[in-house]
């Protein structure tokens, strides 16, 4: 029995973030490419804010309130790893947790990142800050990402523990088909939920683009040398 757990816009929601993450991860300390960077993170950002919004009002099994994430679930889950089939059609207890946990750190990985390159002198988004806050945003920015790192570790060796107990569900493939093996209620999306998963990928994308063409962004530190000796030998 066939059920259809993950509409369209969530998989390829699930997609974009996983691909903008780990290629702003893998460009995060390469100056050659903090552009893209930035426009790498900030597009994993806003499809992040997207998804959140989309909890408070989205498909069955994407809903903030089917994730279940009680004391009571938590423990249930941990007590009795093989439970029966259908108890959770959508996240399982941990694995809501973890997604909650890396929505959340992936917003606060964008965010840090803006503080940064505002405090770097380059406001993206129009935000700049004093200088003298570099060093924390470059801190904060560094550990959130290195846990967002780990959230993902975590979240992938989840699903391979599941793919191990319940292969027969289907867990693994799921964010490629949308189904699950499993006897439940199948995800439907209405009018304005299409409409919204249109802005959904929209906006990320604009955001993206506008980055890469238009706005300004910080000088990397191999920059700013080659300036000091340009000015350094034009002085002489
Ligand atoms: C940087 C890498 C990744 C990130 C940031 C990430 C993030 C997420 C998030 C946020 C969700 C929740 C989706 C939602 O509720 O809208 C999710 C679910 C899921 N992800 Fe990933 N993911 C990553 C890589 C992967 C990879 C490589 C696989 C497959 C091999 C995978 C398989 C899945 C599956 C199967 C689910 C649904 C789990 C369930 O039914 O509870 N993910 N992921
Ligand atoms: C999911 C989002 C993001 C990830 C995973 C990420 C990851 C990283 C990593 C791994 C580094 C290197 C840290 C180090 O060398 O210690 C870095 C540096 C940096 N990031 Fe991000 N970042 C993200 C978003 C952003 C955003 C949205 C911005 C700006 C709007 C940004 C701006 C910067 C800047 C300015 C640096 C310092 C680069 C340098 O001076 O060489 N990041 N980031």
């Known amino acids: 029995m066939k059920t259809y757990i993950w509409t369209l816009p969530t998989r390829i929601f699930h997609w974009l973030l996983a691909i903008s993450f780990a290629l702003a991860f893998i460009l995060g ?6 552009r893209l960077h930035i426009a790498l993170g900030s597009f994993a950002g806003v499809l992040v ?17 089917d994730f279940p994430v009680s004391v ?6 941990f007590t009795n790893m093989k439970m029966s089939k259908s108890e959770h059609p959508g996240h399982n207890p941990m694995a809501s947790v973890i997604m909650l946990s890396i929505l959340l750190v992936a917003l606060i990985s964008a965010i840090s990142g803006i503080l ?10 129009g935000i700049t800050l004093s200088v003298s806050y570099k060093e924390t945003f470059e801190e904060l920015h560094d550990v959130v990402v290195h846990l967002m790192l780990i959230l993902v570790v975590i979240h992938l060796t989840g ?7 319940h292969y027969a569900q289907g867990t693994l493939f ?11 209620e199948n995800a439907s999306l209405t009018p304005a939920q299409k409409v919204f998963s249109i802005f959904w990928i929209l906006i990320p994308l604009l955001t ?4 890469m063409l238009y706005q300004p ?3 990397g530190d191999k920059e700013k040398t080659e300036e000091v000796k340009e000015k350094g030998e034009s002085d002489d």
Do not use: C, H
């Open 72 to 77: 009571k679930a938590l423990t249930l889950f």
């Open 174 to 184: 799921s964010m490629f088909t949308g189904y699950k093996n499993i006897k439940a």
């Open 49 to 65: 804010l997207f998804r959140i919004i989309q909890g408070f009002n989205g498909p069955l099994y994407a809903r903030f309130r």
């Open 217 to 219: 962004v910080p000088k």
């Open 159 to 165: 699903i391979l523990a599941d793919t191990v107990l």
């Open 116 to 125: 940064l390159s505002a405090s770097e002198g380059t406001g993206i988004f």
């Open 29 to 34: 300390g390469e100056e050659d490419f903090l």
């Open 208 to 211: 993206f683009f506008y980055i």
